[in-house]
C-alpha cells in the first residue's frame, strides 16, 4: 500500500489535465484503478478498464509521446479545485484582466516509481485494437509485449468474442481482421508471410492463425497481432488433392504448451504436426469403418470440441470426428436437413451446431440447428429474422460461414448483393456487418474465405 497515496496524486492530476484541455473525449476511471490496486493486495483478479474508444486512444498515444518528448507534463496542482468550464464572456474578461491558469512542471521522478505490474494490468486489459500502435510509442512498451509478468496479465483476461482473419477476393495476398467488439476492419501488413504466395487461412488455435498455400504445398502459423511466424516443415505423405485441416492446443489453455494441426485427404491419408517436435507424424491408419472416399465438405472447417477434432462430410451424410489425444477416428452418419446447401459446422460450449441456407421454392433463409446426442438428429434452433430473409427473395444466395467459435460471421452474396452478418449463438443476435473496404479504397471487398480466431498477444507460433 506504499505506493497508494502516490497513485493517488498521479491519478488525480491525470484528471484535471484532461479537464483543463478539454480531452472530453477520454475519461481515466481513477477510483477503478485505485480498487484494482486494493484488491490485487488480496489476490482477487477483478478488473480495470481504460474507458477509450478507438478516437480517444489516438489521443492518449499522443499525449504519451508528446509528454516522453518534452520530458513531462505540465499539470494544474493537485490541491487545487479542478477548473470549471467558463463562459465566452468570462474567458474575455479573464484575458483582458490579466489572469493567466497556474501550472507547474511535473517531475518525471512520479513515473519512473509508478508500479510496474499496475502498468501491465492496466495494458492488458485495454482494448486489444489499441496494440497495433501500442509498440511505436516507445522500447519500453514494445517489450512490455514478450514479457512473462504481462504474460501472466494477459491470461487473466477473458475475451469474449473471437476476431476473424480473412480473404478477400480483389486482395487474395493480404488479409482483412475484423472486430467485433469495435464493428471495425484492421488491414495489417503481416511481413513475415510469403507475398509471392495464395495462403488461406484454414484453421486457428490460442491465438494462432494456420495457413495453407493454395497449392497444397505447405503450412504456416502466424499470430496476427505480433506477427510471430512460423513455416512447418514439409510433410512425409505427397498429396496435392483437397484437404480438410483442424488445430487444437495441448492443454486446451495456451500456445505456450503446444499445438498439433491435422490434415486429412479424400482417400484416408492424414498427419498429425505437434510444435513441440517440430515434425509431422502418421500415428496409424484409419479404420475399416469409415467409408471411403470421405466426400469432405471443405466449405466446413473442423470444429473442436475437448481435443476431438469433428469434420463433415457425405456420401454418407454424417461427420468424422479425430481424438487428437487418443490417435482415434469415429464416424456418425447424420441425416442432413432437407432443402439445405452452404452448410458447415460450428461450435459453442461444446454443442455441435449446423449452419446452412434452406432454399424452397424462391424463399431462402439462414438457419442453425444443434445435433442432439441422444438421437444424432439436427434440432433447428434458430434462423434469421424473417425481414432480412426477404431481401434474399427470388435471388441465387451463396453463403460462407467464416467462423465457428461462437460467434459466427456469415458471407451472403449474390449477383445484387454483398452482406456480412454476424449471429450471436449465446445471445441469439443476428447484426450486420459493415462492408470491408481497403484504405484508401471505396468499393466493398468480397470476402472469400476466412477463419476465426481468439486474439491473444502472448501467443508465439
Not at 474507458?51 to 498515444?61: E, P, T
Request: glycine share 6%; charged share 20%.
Amino acid at each position: 500500500m506504499e505506493g497508494l497515496p502516490m497513485l493517488r496524486q498521479l491519478i488525480s492530476q491525470l484528471h484535471d489535465f484532461f479537464q483543463l484541455y478539454d480531452y472530453s473525449s477520454l475519461h481515466l476511471h481513477h477510483h477503478h484503478l485505485l480498487h484494482h490496486h486494493q484488491l490485487n493486495n488480496n489476490n482477487n483478479n477483478n478488473r480495470c478498464f481504460l474507458n477509450a474508444d478507438d478516437s480517444s486512444v489516438d489521443d492518449y498515444y499522443s499525449f504519451v509521446m508528446a509528454a516522453e518528448r518534452s520530458g513531462g507534463f505540465k499539470l494544474v496542482e493537485s490541491n487545487k479545485p479542478p477548473p470549471s468550464k467558463k463562459s465566452r464572456k468570462e474567458k474575455i474578461r479573464g484575458k483582458s484582466s490579466g489572469m493567466t491558469g497556474t501550472t507547474e512542471v511535473m517531475e518525471q521522478e512520479i513515473w519512473k516509481d509508478f508500479p510496474e505490474d499496475l502498468f501491465e494490468a492496466v495494458i492488458a486489459r485495454l482494448p486489444i485494437a489499441t496494440f497495433f500502435r501500442f509498440r511505436s510509442v516507445c522500447r519500453k512498451w514494445n517489450s512490455v509485449l514478450s514479457s512473462e509478468s504481462f504474460s501472466q496479465q494477459c491470461a487473466q483476461v477473458e475475451r469474449a468474442n473471437p476476431w476473424f482473419y480473412t480473404i478477400t477476393h480483389e486482395n487474395v495476398t493480404s488479409g482483412a481482421i475484423y472486430d467485433p467488439s469495435l464493428k471495425k476492419w484492421h488491414h495489417p501488413t503481416i511481413s513475415t508471410l510469403p507475398t509471392k504466395m495464395i495462403l488461406l487461412p484454414v484453421a486457428s488455435a490460442g491465438g494462432l492463425v494456420c495457413f495453407h498455400d493454395i497449392g497444397h504445398r505447405n503450412f504456416y502459423v502466424c499470430n496476427p497481432l505480433t506477427q510471430s511466424f512460423k513455416e512447418l516443415p514439409a510433410r512425409s505423405v505427397k498429396v496435392w488433392s483437397r484437404i480438410a485441416v483442424g488445430m487444437t492446443l495441448n492443454r486446451n489453455s495456451s500456445s505456450s504448451s503446444g499445438y498439433k494441426i491435422l490434415w486429412v485427404g479424400c482417400n484416408g491419408e492424414y498427419e498429425v504436426y505437434d510444435s513441440i517436435n517440430n515434425s509431422w507424424s502418421r500415428p496409424g491408419n484409419m479404420p475399416s469403418s469409415i467409408k471411403l472416399p470421405l466426400c469432405l465438405n471443405f466449405r466446413s472447417q473442423a470444429v473442436v470440441v475437448d481435443g476431438t477434432l469433428y469434420f463433415m462430410r457425405s456420401d454418407p451424410e454424417g461427420v468424422v470426428s479425430y481424438d487428437m489425444v487418443m490417435g482415434a477416428w469415429k464416424q456418425y452418419i447424420i441425416p442432413a436437413p432437407q432443402h439445405l446447401t452452404d452448410h458447415t459446422l460450428a461450435e459453442f460450449g461444446g454443442r455441435i451446431l449446423l449452419v446452412g441456407l434452406l432454399t424452397k421454392n424462391a424463399a431462402t433463409c439462414v438457419c442453425i440447428w444443434e445435433l442432439q446426442k441422444m438421437t444424432l438428429l439436427w434440432k433447428e434452433v434458430d434462423r434469421m429474422p424473417n425481414i432480412w430473409c426477404l431481401e434474399f427473395y427470388g435471388k441465387h444466395v451463396k453463403m460462407n460461414c467464416l467462423g465457428n467459435k461462437g460467434l459466427l460471421m456469415l458471407s451472403l452474396r449474390s449477383r445484387q448483393m454483398n452482406r456480412l452478418v454476424t449471429y450471436n449463438v449465446s445471445s441469439r443476435e443476428w447484426l450486420k456487418v459493415p462492408g470491408c473496404v481497403v484504405p484508401r479504397g471505396r468499393k466493398r471487398q468480397w470476402i472469400a474465405c476466412g477463419t476465426a480466431f481468439h486474439p491473444c498477444l502472448t501467443a508465439v507460433a
